[in-house]
């Protein structure tokens, strides 16, 4: 099934904070309250994303640094609201698409937990790269985690897509 992407706006943040708040999912993808998620929407540095099947939302993901002067842009936050049905991967791939094609990003990056080996296959399966660790970098749970780095670079995105 091919999903529909489009921005999210305000009306989207219950389907988003619900979907944050799944279980298991805090120590996975992490989660705001409202005040900030309408902080960001209002932020041009920001560009939520919805997925949707059906008509119906499946998943939403969350860009900062959007169009940002240094051409890298990060992928804040990817989530689904049923997990493994091929969903994350789909939204994940077309995020990346959009970045590439509507901003003159050069690097796209992300951190992920490295026990969370389910996302790290579905990250390198979209073309990202392992980088190294960056030990401490997020504040979760009220504890410190580490966050393994990985990106993709325009140039291995066009290869991919001429392949």
């Known amino acids: 099934m091919t999903l529909e992407i489009t921005r999210a706006d305000t009306v989207d943040l219950p389907f988003i904070m619900t979907t944050e708040r799944l279980e298991g999912y805090e120590a996975l993808v992490g989660r705001w309250d409202e005040s ?60 990346v698409d959009i970045i590439f094609r509507q901003t003159n990003a050069h690097r796209i990056w992300l951190g992920v937990f490295p026990d969370n080996d389910r996302a790290r296959r579905a990250y390198a399966r979209a073309g990202f790269v392992a980088e190294g660790v960056a030990r401490g970098s997020a504040f979760i749970g009220g504890k410190y985690r580490d966050e393994l780095i990985m990106a993709i670079f325009r140039t291995e995105w066009e290869q991919d897509r001429e392949q």
């Open 36 to 95: 900030r998620h309408r902080k960001a929407l209002g932020d041009e540095r920001y560009a939520y994303f919805l997925a949707k099947a059906d008509g119906k939302p499946v998943g939403f993901a969350i860009v900062c640094d959007w169009a940002s002067p240094e051409r890298v842009t990060c992928v804040k936050r990817v989530a689904v609201a049923r997990p493994n049905v091929g969903y994350g991967r789909q939204l994940l791939q077309a995020v």
